[in-house]
């Protein structure tokens, strides 16, 4: 059934349940404590971090930042959409899901979509049966066999055969004009309302579907059978279908590894198979388009590794650089990024057959490290044993490390620059800052621009809108061969007819990093913002201490202010809530990447708790009391005081750098009554 699940649910169904039993049905669990311990799901370990508390009803591993309550670990660990985990935990609970009453237009929104999975697994059935029954199938059999493709992989990957013609697939699944409608929306068929034609989008072609990671099929990919172009056809952006998000062969990887070591990113569709029918599993292949962020984030999801594999000419080192710079972002602690390149003239498929699995694995795992790869691409043309070289070398690197996620592997990187050129931290630090201020901080590797197709080569076809992300380049020449358009008309006495499809939209999402502050001797120091809000998580009824959350509301250019005040704000409308609650709530409302802020607060409160069980002392007493509300208090008066004092320095300022000269009496004293008085508040 359609529709939202109602929040009050979620917390009841949460309330239901004890986050220990949820975990440790999947994860054996060690009782430590009042908590409960075991070696992380999400990273590799060999020593424990990863910690329950049933008192908190929530998670938290020291080693990889992985946090939440019941419903997060059950999305996390069993990769299930937000929804599809509150139908698992609901059944374990008894409850049946409840879903709140939809607009008529959601709710056709919604059955179009699944209408349009069901015709799009029809199209896949009718593939694979003219593979096996078409008078022409033996044009593709050949095809296959000559590529050394066996049956086995070819049926595991579902590869099929559109066979010549206008109309096969049209006249197969087309019954009635909604059949037709929906086969335009999903991309299957193209309506030329100028000219008055409907007519099948793949002819003539090998045949791979594309599966989201539910192996739901979005889309398919044709590859041409001789000379023609494009060599490679994909579908078009379609409601069920963003290229720039997919990843062909990720579902089919899912399935051979229960733990995924790596994913090795090619660049098509038979590269994929071929590996796979070599027993090299992990293969997947972007759609047509370069691999960006959110490529690399939907990888990130299922393996700590990903290799590109390019070949070692000018495009392939130019589809490099543009991975590389991709990469940044995402290049969280934890995370593994090389780069693979091929002898000139050979590609996966034709390498794995010549020197076998084992010599490919070898050369994966040989891979250039991302880090080592960054600093050779920087250093290009460049002689950096040369003082001048160093300067633009390090003006070069240092821009692009600096967009590195927060974390020892960020600082690590900056060390080696260090290293390399001899300057400092602070040095470099004040270059990236220098360039920010003139506004130079320009993309390091810059695509060409996108050649202009002629009208003789791209025929005037009514397609589905697409809104390309804006961080998609253009594409490069070594993605000529694929394309979204048909390489030739219908005859004149085609007329078949339809209407135009919509548009439809996709947005993009970048991921958040929560940060913690390391200090000296493996301690953190919490500031007074981030403990008022550790002991609000841990113990939500000291809201009532702090009455005035709409005071933090307006202080949108300090995240954690801003953090505060949601939370007390929530608080002051649902006294019951439990840090279970919150999390939930906090996902449903603000999105993942506020949430994984939030949970690393609590999580940073779970390790100073932690710590300190662990301390062994004399006079230590068995049990120790401890002011919350004393220290709720006086964090907030610290954080006042702070406030205030950030308010005198932005005054003193302004009134440092005024022209006193221009201004009247009146407005002098202005600025010193404003400055004295933030001075007189603290």
């Known amino acids: 059934m359609a529709g939202l699940i109602p929040q009050s649910f979620i917390d009841d169904m949460l309330d239901r349940l004890d986050i220990v039993d949820v975990v440790d049905s999947r ?4 009782k430590t404590g009042k908590n409960y311990s075991a070696c992380c799901p999400f990273h590799d370990e060999k020593t424990p971090s990863f910690t329950v508390s049933p008192e908190k009803q929530f998670y938290y591993c020291f080693g990889c930042g992985a946090s939440g309550n019941a419903l997060g670990f059950v999305m996390d660990y069993e990769r299930l959409s937000f929804p599809e985990a509150v139908e698992s935990l609901a059944r374990l609970t008894g409850l049946e899901v409840p879903r709140e009453v939809q607009t008529e237009a959601q709710q056709k929104r919604e059955e179009e979509k699944r209408s349009i999975y069901t015709l799009l697994e029809k199209a896949d059935d009718f593939y694979q049966q003219q593979l ?8 593709a059999v050949n095809y296959l066999k000559n590529r050394g493709l066996d049956g086995k992989t070819a049926k595991r990957y579902g590869v099929g055969f559109a066979p010549p013609g206008w109309d096969n697939l049209l006249k197969s699944l087309a019954h009635n004009d909604e059949d037709k409608h929906l086969l335009i929306e999903g991309g299957m068929l193209i309506h030329q309302e100028q000219e008055k034609k409907l007519y099948d989008r793949f002819r003539h072609r090998i045949m791979f579907p594309i599966r989201d990671t539910r192996g739901r099929v979005i889309g398919f990919g044709g590859r041409v059978l001789g000379d023609d172009k494009p060599k490679y056809l994909n579908s078009p952006e379609t409601p069920v279908f963003h290229k720039g998000q997919e990843l062909y062969g990720l579902y089919e990887a899912r399935l051979a590894y229960r733990e995924l070591p790596r994913l090795l990113v090619v660049e098509g569709y038979m590269d994929v198979v071929s590996l796979a029918q070599f027993g090299i599993g992990y293969g997947v292949a972007t759609l047509g388009t370069a691999c960006g962020p959110d490529h690399l984030d939907r990888a990130f999801k299922y393996t700590n590794e990903v290799v590109f594999c390019f070949d070692g000419d000018k495009a392939g080192r130019s589809a490099a650089h543009r991975a590389l710079e991709a990469s940044l972002d995402t290049m ?3 995370r593994t990024v090389k780069f693979l ?6 590609d996966p498929d034709t390498l794995v057959r010549q020197i076998g699995t084992d010599k490919f694995e070898h050369m994966i795992e040989l891979a250039v490290p991302f880090e080592d790869y960054l600093f050779d691409a920087v250093a290009e043309g460049l002689n950096i044993r040369t003082m001048e070289g160093r300067a633009t070398f390090s003006k070069r690197a240092a821009p692009l490390l600096d967009r590195l996620p927060k974390g020892v592997f960020r600082e690590l990187m900056f060390e080696s620059l260090a290293t390399r050129t001899g300057l400092n931290r602070n040095i470099l630090q004040e270059l990236i800052l220098e360039q920010q201020s003139k506004g130079e901080m320009q993309p390091l590797f810059v695509a060409p621009p996108t050649p202009v197709k002629t009208e003789e080569t791209v025929p005037k076809v009514a397609l589905p809108k697409k809104t390309e992300p804006e961080w998609e380049h253009p594409p490069l020449e070594a993605y000529a061969d ?3 358009f048909p390489q030739e008309l219908p005859p004149a006495d085609y007329h078949e007819h339809y209407e135009e499809p ?17 200090r000296a001797a493996g301690k953190y120091l919490m500031p007074p913002v981030r403990k008022a809000l550790a002991l609000l998580l841990t113990h939500p009824t000291l809201a009532s201490l702090e009455p005035n959350h709409d005071e933090w509301l307006g202080n949108e250019t300090d995240l954690d202010c801003l953090m505060l005040g949601r939370l007390l704000k929530v608080l002051h409308e ?5 840090l279970s609650h919150l999390i939930g709530y906090w996902r449903g409302i603000y999105g993942a990447e506020d949430t994984e802020r939030l949970a690393a607060v609590a999580g940073h409160d779970l390790l100073q708790a932690a710590n300190a069980l662990t301390i062994s002392r004399q006079d230590k007493p068995a049990k120790a009391d401890y002011d919350t509300q004393a220290a709720f208090s006086d964090a907030m008066e610290k954080l006042r005081l702070q406030q205030n004092q950030k308010k005198t320095a932005e005054s003193l300022a302004k009134l440092k750098n005024a022209d006193l000269t221009q201004l009247t009496k ?15 508040q603290q």
């Open 341 to 346: 390149f091929l002898p000139e003239g050979e």
């Open 666 to 680: 009146e407005e002098r004293d202005q600025l010193v009554r404003a400055a004295l008085a933030a001075k007189l």
């Open 482 to 484: 694929y394309g979204d």
């Open 332 to 334: 969280t602690d934890g």
């Open 574 to 578: 649902r006294p019951h809530y439990n």
């Open 132 to 139: 096996r029954h078409h008078p022409s199938k033996h044009l």
């Open 502 to 518: 919509q548009a439809y939209r996709k947005t993009g999402r970048k991921a958040y990093q929560p940060e913690l502050q390391a």
């Open 27 to 30: 994860v054996k669990l060690r």
